[in-house]
């Protein structure tokens, strides 16, 4: 098995995170440091450590779903100390790590498993996983402008894909929108609106796939039902 998938089917991380790990020389096979992607492992035979930490690929995988509030980063570690998700989820029997980007300031749905293989499935692009979003927006904009959206705009990292855009309410000085997208650039929803002139003043998730908050209030989290796995898995499988 090839080890950075030996390292996601143990929890360490997405694809990209246990690359990383690799090639900076954080991971020892039977005592020694590797830094090449293309290193093989015997799961059975050879002992593999992260930070000097042995590691297994014999646990079950962990699903947990996170209402998350704000000022929370989404990310498994912070190195300037600031809180992060995982300060959320404590007294796991496993280590987990978060699906994908919420930014600091946004609430909701945040996804975190060991589970490598689901969370590259959920988080790259070409898997078109829809993500479904409630944004206050300052002020109310144009329908000319929301047709851009819609369409995909142009933004620094380059044209967004379509979006689905509904308004759900109008009130003083705000619009409340719900924006469904299936691609995850960096605070995406926010440059949207920006680049047609309107703040987002909140912004949260509310659904991934199918799988929704329910009545989970902020600060809260719950273990995913087997059918809920199972409904994330199939999304995957049926884009490859």
Known sequence: MRLNRFLASCGLGSRRAVEEYITTGRIKVNGGV????????DPERDKVAFDD?????GDRGLYILLNKPSGYLTTARDDFGR?????LVKDLSQRVFPVGRLDMNSTGLVLLTNDGE???GL???RY??????????????QEADLARLREGIELDEGKTSPAQIEVKSEESGY???QVEIHEGKKRQIRKMFAAIGHLVLELERIKLGELH???????EWRELTEAEISELKKLTKRRK
């Open 123 to 125: 988080s790259h692009p």
């Open 213 to 219: 908050l329910g009545a989970l209030k902020r600060g």
């Open 34 to 41: 590797v830094s090449e992607l293309a290193t093989v492992v």
């Open 118 to 120: 689901l969370a590259y």
């Open 83 to 87: 809180p992060t998700v995982m300060d």
């Open 128 to 141: 078109e996983i829809k993500k479904t979003y409630l944004a206050k927006v300052e002020g109310r904009p």
């Open 53 to 57: 930490q042995p590691l297994s690929s």
């Open 175 to 177: 619009t409340l929108f």
